[in-house]
C-alpha cells in the first residue's frame, strides 16, 4: 500500500499579494501554515522520489481552517499530507 511522506517540501503562494511560505511534513505527514491572509493561493508539494504536486488553486477565508490532502505519485499510493490553515483577517 501506501506510506507517510515526511520531510516533503510545501509551498504556498499567492501572487497578486505576494505572500509565499514554506515549511515541510514532520514525521507523520502532516504540516500547518498559519496566520495567511485571505485570498486564492496554488500550493505545491515535492519530495525526493515523488513526482511534484501543484494544487493550482484554493480559496482561503476568514475565520476558517482548510485541510487539503495530496497524493504524490511513485510506484506504489502514499497517504496524503493534510493541511491546515486557520485563516484571519489581516487589518493592516
Do not use: M, W
Amino acid at each position: 500500500n501506501g506510506g507517510l511522506v515526511s520531510n516533503a517540501e510545501i509551498k504556498v503562494l499567492n501572487r497578486s499579494i505576494a505572500v509565499e511560505r514554506k515549511t515541510a511534513t514532520d514525521d507523520s505527514g502532516r504540516y500547518e501554515i498559519n496566520a495567511l491572509p485571505v485570498g486564492g493561493y496554488r500550493i505545491e508539494v515535492r519530495a525526493k522520489g515523488f513526482r511534484t504536486e501543484v494544487l493550482p488553486r484554493i480559496v482561503l477565508e476568514v475565520a476558517r481552517r482548510v485541510t487539503q490532502d495530496f497524493q504524490l505519485d511513485v510506484g506504489d499510493a502514499v497517504k496524503r499530507p493534510k493541511l491546515a490553515v486557520p485563516c484571519r483577517k489581516d487589518d493592516s
